[in-house]
Nanobody, 125 residues
Framework: VQLQASGGGLVLAGGSLRLSCVASGRAFSTYTMGWFRQAPGKEREFVGATMWVGTLVFYADSVKGRFTISSDNAKNARYLQMNSLKPEDTAVYYC???????????????????WGQGTQVTVSS
């Protein structure tokens, strides 16, 4: 499985960005797709996750109500729509995939087998 993340950039606080993650390599019907981020000097943290096929979506409390994960199955793509961005959202954002859904594990970085290369999001105040 290969994951290609894109869409990062520089935005003013209060603005919006949409990140994309396109998957290739094999069928993904049982997979979970997650978004993580890593700010300078900090550990990588969970942002949100969704079933590749299905409607379950979970978000970290820090982004709930501002970020939304959506899908385009025809393109094998998952998107992270980020609204009302704050300077503390500044980080490198990664998409990742794991082979199955487990609500107890989806927020744990080490359980993801496949990772994209990361895309930088910078929010200025």
């Amino acid at each position: 499985v290969q994951l290609q993340a894109s869409g990062g950039g520089l935005v003013l606080a209060g603005g919006s960005l949409r990140l994309s993650c396109v998957a290739s390599g094999r069928a993904f019907s049982t997979y979970t797709m997650g978004w993580f981020r890593q700010a300078p000097g900090k550990e990588r943290e969970f942002v949100g996750a969704t079933m590749w096929v299905g409607t379950l979506v979970f978000y970290a409390d820090s982004v709930k109500g501002r970020f939304t994960i959506s899908s385009d199955n025809a393109k094998n793509a998952r998107y992270l729509q980020m609204n009302s961005l704050k300077p503390e959202d500044t980080a490198v954002y990664y998409c990742a995939a794991r082979k199955r859904w487990d609500q107890n594990e989806i927020a744990t970085m080490k359980t993801y087998e496949f990772w994209g290369q990361g895309t930088q999001v910078t929010v200025s105040s």
